[in-house]
């Protein structure tokens, strides 16, 4: 069996698709799998290292407005529909999958014009333009966020599967408390912003670490490396109980030491936080596509799982209240873990692949 996968730009577009990937080979070890992608796009780096087959098209995102940007994204889209035919032509997939971005919307397209079963994932609940247009002529529809539904004109293509991410966060681990000093039977509020650090958090935090210094409330914050150097320096110093990190690299263990996380609201951020069924304050990054960050965490939220500062909130004295009335109400804690507990998708990548394999048996 012959399976193309697309989907990049972000890590919510690939992580999602080497996840359903690694589900594919197990149930099929013999198969062919190739990765399509951009030459510029994260997955250039991230899927070849996977040991993946990986190859290129040219694509670029689609503008809303008419200038002479929107006329060169047009033009390099025809290009890469024109090399998505060479490909599906050489290739001949028996299934094509895209999980988002706009380097899936040509190859997926490309597909289901020539009648291949095909299958896109959205990751957040303000599906992605690609998606939106996809959605109208591929076989199935997995979504992570019921309110994402809204975007879709065939209803009946719809499956909600959630987010798929590695097993291992959904896996109990034996925690090193000693690894990052922190002292047994003391509350942990877990903070970042995200892979690259989110600056107005960082400022933020400044109130909340005042506070908490030397106090029996463990403080774990990455402000990305971006801001690291800096940020320390204007500190001039810190508690033993605050411990500040340029990036949180064993990101499973901090998660299963916090009874408390502060930090954005990417896909793949709060799919990992429902794995380890943590409370959450969320912080979505008003700047994203849409606003989307913000209907993502509204979602969580209104479930029970989260409490939501947006940016225009955002102020010290707003977070370190939020932080309080949380982190030494442990009834309130537990019913939020039992929310984001019941948010959770172990089965994720199964039920797309479940999902897609069912497309193979129809043709």
């Not at 033009?75 to 035919?85: D, F, I, M």
């Not at 989110?198 to 908490?212: C, K, P």
């Not at 204007?234 to 901090?254: C, E, M, T």
């Not at 989307?292 to 209104?302: C, F, G, I, L």
Request: with cysteine; charged share 25%; hydrophobic share 40%.
């Amino acid at each position: 069996m012959k399976i193309i996968v697309s989907g990049g730009g972000t890590g919510g577009h690939i992580y999602p698709a080497l996840a359903v990937i690694e589900e594919i080979k197990k149930r099929d070890p013999q198969g062919e799998i190739l990765y399509i992608g951009t030459k510029k796009g994260l997955e250039a780096d991230i899927v070849p290292k996977a040991g993946i087959p990986f190859t290129t098209i040219d694509v670029m995102g689609l503008q809303r407005k008419l200038s002479l940007r929107s006329m060169k994204s047009l033009l390099v889209l025809l290009k890469g529909l024109r090399q998505s035919k060479k490909i599906i032509r050489q290739f001949k997939p028996d299934l094509v999958i895209g999980t988002g971005g706009f380097v899936s919307f040509p190859i997926v397209y490309k597909a289901a014009k020539y009648g291949i079963p095909t299958l896109i994932h959205e990751q957040n609940s303000v599906a992605g333009i690609s998606n939106r247009i996809l959605g109208k002529s591929v076989q199935k529809i997995a979504i992570t966020f019921p309110e994402s539904e809204r975007f879709f004109v065939n209803k009946e293509r719809i499956i909600q599967t959630g987010n798929p991410i590695r097993k291992d966060f959904f896996e109990k681990k034996q925690i090193q408390k000693e690894a990052y000093q922190i002292e047994d039977g003391r509350k942990v509020v877990l903070v970042f912003g995200g892979s690259n650090g989110h600056g107005e958090l960082n400022e933020a935090m400044r109130s909340v670490i005042e506070h908490y210094s030397d106090t029996d409330v463990e403080i774990i914050l990455g402000v990305g490396k971006r801001f690291y150097d800096a940020y320390m320096k204007s500190l001039g110093g810190v508690a033993k109980n605050i411990h500040i990190y340029p990036y949180l690299y064993d990101i499973i263990s901090v998660y299963q030491m916090a009874d408390l996380i502060v930090t954005s609201a990417g896909a793949i951020t709060l799919a990992e936080v429902a794995a380890c069924e943590l409370p959450a304050i969320l912080i979505p990054k008003a700047y994203t596509t849409e606003n989307h960050q913000e209907y993502n965490a509204r979602s969580v939220e209104k479930q029970k799982a989260a409490k939501v500062i947006t940016e225009a909130e955002l102020s010290g004295e707003n977070l370190l209240k939020t932080i309080d009335e949380l982190i030494h109400n442990d009834h309130k804690l537990e019913e939020m873990s039992q929310a984001a507990k019941k948010l959770a998708a172990p089965d994720a990548a199964v039920d797309i692949a479940d999902a897609a394999f069912s497309l193979l048996k129809k043709d």
